[in-house]
DNA sequence: AAATGTGCCAACCGCTTCTTT
DNA sequence: TAAAGAAGCGGTTGGCACATT
């Protein structure tokens, strides 16, 4: 069967977004909300695919979007996540409100997956790279009933955090639905995660003494329990690295109601006119990235 | 100061999944 | 039920910024 790639189409602009095509992208889905991304394009007067645009909306410019990088307990929760789930990211993003997969990824492909090799831990699979002492000691059937009882009761990021306050266990968090019992279910069936490997990360010295066991029953799970950092003070320290940030600024500064948008309500000239000049004057004059953007564009 | 290497991330590409007819 | 189209997803790349030699 087969289908044209979408923006194969001849006339179509690529690469960066310029502040104009960014104006013009806002302002449409503003007035008209998210729907049917084909014909977005050609509504807002854009030259561009409607992949593009969406891309462009959901990884940078939503108003919901948080900016700067994962904190701590992000970073704990995308690992446990990926062990349960593997590279599905859009799942795992589901998980941390604000942030998107591409940034997941990006943020996993560049910072975890080092993080995690540097420990020992093979980022693929979430078990101990192997070492020549791991090939002399197998471990023995005593070991192997300790680490089942382990299984159930740490996270890996739990060994490899540094903050000893994880609040929850993924487990339990991740666990909200029939569709995703049946697919953590799946995942933990088919998923490279095995947490036995917690003992033998112990046993080859990462910070014992940090690592205190939960019991099953000490699990709490909050399905709506605020999710990290959805408000400024909402979390712990780490919640200043976004909100203090200097040129992190899309979320926060446009200080966009929750995000549901629809016609009626972008068609509010008062609202409309307040967010409308907001997000210009921030595209335009908050951001060095953004004018290197522009830079960059205009230089092509 | 210039060349080279590395890190990072926005954006693209193409495949998969979902929806509609 | 099958085909076609639209949207979603994950892997990959291009290019800029910064660090190192």
């Not at 302002?27 to 977005?40: D, E, M, P």
């Not at 780490?238 to 109601?257: K, T, V």
């Not at 009626?264 to 006119?273: F, H, R």
Request: one cysteine or more.
């Amino acid at each position: 069967m087969g289908r044209q790639p979408c923006c194969d189409k001849v006339g179509l602009k690529k690469g960066p977004w310029t502040v104009e095509e960014d104006k013009k992208l806002i302002s449409f889905i503003l007035n008209n909300g998210q729907c049917c991304w084909r014909a977005v394009p050609k509504l807002a007067g854009l030259l561009r695919c409607g992949k593009s645009c969406r891309l462009r909306w959901t990884n940078y410019l939503r108003p919901d979007l948080k900016r700067g990088l994962l904190s701590e307990d992000e970073e704990k929760m995308v690992i446990d996540l990926h062990a349960q789930l593997g590279n599905r990211w859009s799942k795992i993003a589901s998980h941390l409100p604000g942030r998107t997969d591409n940034e997941i990824k990006n943020h996993w492909n560049t910072h975890i997956k080092k993080k995690l090799r540097k420990m020992g831990i093979d980022p693929l699979t979430h078990t101990p790279l192997p070492t020549p002492t791991d090939q002399e000691q197998p471990c023995p059937q005593q070991d192997q009933q300790q680490k089942q009882i382990s299984m159930n009761t740490c996270g890996i990021s739990e060994v490899l955090g540094e903050n000893k306050e994880m609040e929850t266990s993924l487990q339990s968090s991740s666990i909200n639905s029939t569709d995703e019992k049946e697919e953590d279910q799946k995942s933990m069936e088919e998923g490279p995660f095995d947490p036995s490997i917690i003992l033998e990360i112990i046993n080859n010295g990462f910070c014992t003494d940090e690592v205190p066991l939960i019991e099953s029953h000490e699990i709490l799970i909050d399905p709506c329990a605020p999710s990290l950092s959805t408000s400024p003070s909402s979390s712990s320290s780490s919640s200043s690295y976004y909100y203090g940030g200097s040129s992190n600024y899309i979320l926060e500064d446009l200080q966009l109601p929750t995000f549901d948008w629809n016609c009626e309500y972008a068609n509010s000239m008062d609202l409309w006119d307040y967010h409308y000049f907001s997000c210009l004057d921030l595209l335009i004059n908050d951001d060095s990235d953004r004018n290197k953007t522009v830079e960059h564009s205009s230089n092509q």
